[in-house]
C-alpha cells in the first residue's frame, strides 16, 4: 500500500494526444512501433527528448504495477487474475511502459512468493519471485512495453530516507543492481533502472541531502557511484535519478514530495560515464495523499506551472535532461484533485515530445490513490482512465500485424 508522505518541512507555496507519424501502406511493424512511441532497441537521450535505438522520439506514458516490494514477493492481483490477463489489459488501455518497484529483499532466499492463485497462474508456480519478474517482463516485451525496475526499498517493511539500510548496506544495493543489469543484458523490453524511491531528509539530518558532499547521505553523489557501475555492466540501460524533498539554497520553495525536488541538479547535475543514458524523475501527488500549501494559494492552480518548473520542468524546458514523473496519483475524490490531475496532465504535454510518466497505480490496493483498476482487480476506473486516455502512446504488440499509421487522435 502506498504510504502517507509525511512533510516535516515547512513549504512555501509558489505564486488530443495527437499521434504525429504517417506510414505507407507498405510499412513494417518496427516503423508501427517507432510511431506508437516505443520504439526499437535501445533508448538514449538527446539533451531532453528520448529517443530510440534508429534516433527516433519516444516516450514512456506508463503505469506502476506494485507488490514485488511487499512481503508478498510478487506483483499484487495475481491472487485474482492471471498476469498476462492484466498485462493485456494495461496494454489495450494504452499504456505503454511498467514500473516495477522491488525490494532487494526480494532476492533472499527466505523470499517465497505468496498470494498467489496458482490455478489462474499455473506457470508461476514453483518460482521465485525474480523469475517470476522474469515472466512478466518477457510478457510485456511481446506487448511491446517497455518496464523500468524501481529500487522501491531496501526490505519489505517501509519506505526508507536513504538507498541503504544496516541490514541492507549499500554494498548490497549496489552488486543487486549489478546482478540485474547483468540478467537483463540484450532484453531491450528493461528500457531503465530507477535506482531508488523516493529519497528523503528525516528530522535530524540524517536522511537524504543533494549536494551536500556527504558520502553517507548524498544521494547525487550515491546515484552516480550505482549508475557507473550498472553501465559498466550493462551500458545500454537508462539510469533514471529521482530528486529528494528538500533542497537548501534553491529559492523557494524548498521542499517538496519525498523523491520529487531536483532543483538541486541545476548546480549539481549528476555525471554518468554515458552522459546520454540519465534520466532524472520526480513524483508529483495530489491532497489524497498529503494537503501541501500550495493547494491552498489564492492563485491555485495558476500557480502549479511554476511550481513544477521549479522542482523539476525546468530540465526539459531548459533541455538539460529527460524527466520521468515516476509516479503522480489521487483518489479524485475531492475538486481540488480533479483540477490538479487535469492541469498536470496538460502540463506534461502530449505525444513524444511531453515529459515521460508512469502514473500510480494499476494495483486498487493502493491506500491513499487507489488505482486504475477497481477493488474487484477486473473492471476498469473509467473516470481516472478517461483523464489519462488522451496523453497515452499505446505500444504495439512485437511482430504484430498491424495497418498502417495515419494521423490519429484520441480525446
Not at 51 to 57: K, L, R, S
Not at 80 to 93: F, T
Not at 264 to 276: T, W
Not at 283 to 297: C, I, L, N, P, R
Request: with cysteine.
Amino acid at each position: 500500500m502506498k504510504r502517507l508522505r509525511a512533510m516535516w518541512c515547512v513549504v512555501a507555496a509558489v505564486a488530443g494526444l495527437v499521434v504525429g507519424a504517417t506510414s505507407p501502406a507498405t510499412a513494417a511493424p518496427r516503423a508501427q512501433a517507432q510511431a506508437a512511441g516505443t520504439g526499437t532497441g535501445y533508448w538514449h537521450a538527446v539533451g531532453a527528448q528520448l529517443v530510440d535505438a534508429t534516433g527516433a522520439p519516444v516516450r514512456m506514458t506508463g503505469i506502476n504495477w506494485f507488490g514485488l516490494e511487499t512481503a508478498s514477493h510478487t506483483f499484487h492481483g495475481l491472487w485474482s487474475r492471471n498476469y498476462k490477463d492484466m498485462v493485456d489489459q494495461m496494454a489495450g488501455l494504452g499504456y505503454n511502459t511498467i514500473r516495477v518497484p522491488f525490494a532487494n529483499q526480494l532476492f533472499d532466499a527466505g523470499s517465497a512468493p505468496n498470494n498467489i492463485d496458482y490455478t489462474k497462474n499455473p506457470d508461476l508456480r514453483g518460482l521465485s519471485g525474480l523469475q517470476i519478474m522474469d515472466k512478466v517482463i518477457g510478457y510485456a516485451g511481446q506487448k511491446g512495453m517497455r518496464v523500468i525496475l524501481d529500487q522501491h526499498r531496501p526490505d519489505s517493511g517501509a519506505q526508507s530516507p536513504l538507498w541503504y539500510t544496516s541490514a541492507y548496506p549499500e554494498s548490497r544495493w549496489l552488486s543487486d543492481w549489478r546482478m540485474l543489469a547483468q540478467r537483463y543484458q540484450g532484453d531491450s523490453t528493461v528500457i531503465g533502472v530507477d535506482l531508488h524511491n523516493e529519497p528523503h531528509a528525516v528530522q535530524g539530518g540524517s536522511g537524504a541531502c543533494w549536494g551536500c558532499g556527504d558520502t553517507t547521505k548524498d544521494w547525487r553523489l550515491a546515484a552516480e557511484r550505482a549508475g557507473n557501475a550498472i553501465l559498466s555492466v550493462n551500458p545500454d540501460l537508462l539510469i533514471i535519478v529521482e530528486g529528494v524533498d528538500c533542497v537548501s539554497g534553491t529559492g523557494a520553495p524548498e521542499c517538496g514530495w519525498w523523491g520529487g525536488n531536483l532543483s538541486g541538479a541545476a548546480k549539481y547535475p549528476v555525471r554518468l560515464s554515458k552522459p546520454d543514458k540519465l534520466v532524472y524523475s520526480a513524483h508529483e501527488y495530489a491532497t489524497s495523499v498529503y494537503h501541501q500549501t500550495w493547494f491552498d494559494a489564492p492563485n491555485y492552480p495558476t500557480n502549479l506551472p511554476a511550481l513544477w518548473d521549479h522542482f523539476f520542468g525546468y530540465l526539459e524546458k531548459q533541455n538539460i535532461a529527460p524527466v520521468l514523473l515516476g509516479e503522480f496519483g489521487t483518489t479524485l475524490a475531492a475538486g481540488v484533485d480533479q483540477t490538479w490531475l487535469r492541469d498536470l496532465l496538460r502540463y506534461l504535454g502530449s505525444g513524444t515530445s511531453g515529459i515521460d510518466f508512469t502514473y500510480w497505480s494499476w494495483n486498487p490496493n493502493s491506500g491513499d490513490t487507489g488505482g486504475i483498476l477497481n477493488d474487484d482487480w477486473t473492471t476498469v476506473n473509467t473516470t481516472k482512465q478517461a483523464y489519462l486516455s488522451p496523453y497515452l502512446i499505446p505500444p504495439v504488440a512485437r511482430n504484430a500485424a498491424v495497418p498502417p499509421l495515419t494521423v490519429a487522435s484520441w480525446g
